[in-house]
């Protein structure tokens, strides 16, 4: 079995969910997750909250991957990330992800960094 990838996550946890926030952490992410984004730590549960959060917010998003990397543990991985807000607002940012797989092939963990590549008030003058 191939260990997933974080678009694949991200797509079934908050751009195209089907099931449960509960039910796709389960699928992808280990009892122990830690999540990290820039320094910030997440606990399992605090990520999950997170993405319930961003299931209401967010009206249209996509992750789409650069580069990506899987040897044993670990993994790496580069996105584009799209999100439009239901508030009309949007997102466009340059990712970056390091962690490491849990024994059953889910995430153990994951730290993030990026930037922005397009700001709210930069949108309509491109």
Do not use: C, W
């Not at 039910?23 to 990520?47: C, I, L, N």
Request: charged share 25%; hydrophobic share 35%.
């Amino acid at each position: 079995m191939t260990p997933p990838g974080i678009a694949e996550a991200l797509r079934e946890l908050v751009f195209a969910p089907v099931q449960s926030v509960d039910a796709v952490m389960d699928k992808f992410f280990a009892p122990g997750y830690v999540h990290r984004t820039s320094g910030r730590k997440q606990t399992r549960e605090e990520f999950a909250e997170h993405a319930r959060l961003a299931r209401n917010e967010i009206i249209r998003g996509s992750a789409t991957v650069l580069d990506e990397l899987q040897t044993g543990s670990a993994y790496a991985e580069r996105h584009l990330l799209d999100v439009t807000r239901r508030d009309g607002g949007r997102q466009n940012s340059e990712i970056y992800i390091i962690g490491t797989y849990a024994p059953d092939g889910r995430f153990a963990s994951l730290n993030e960094t990026g930037f922005p590549l397009l700001h709210d008030s930069e949108e309509g003058t491109s």
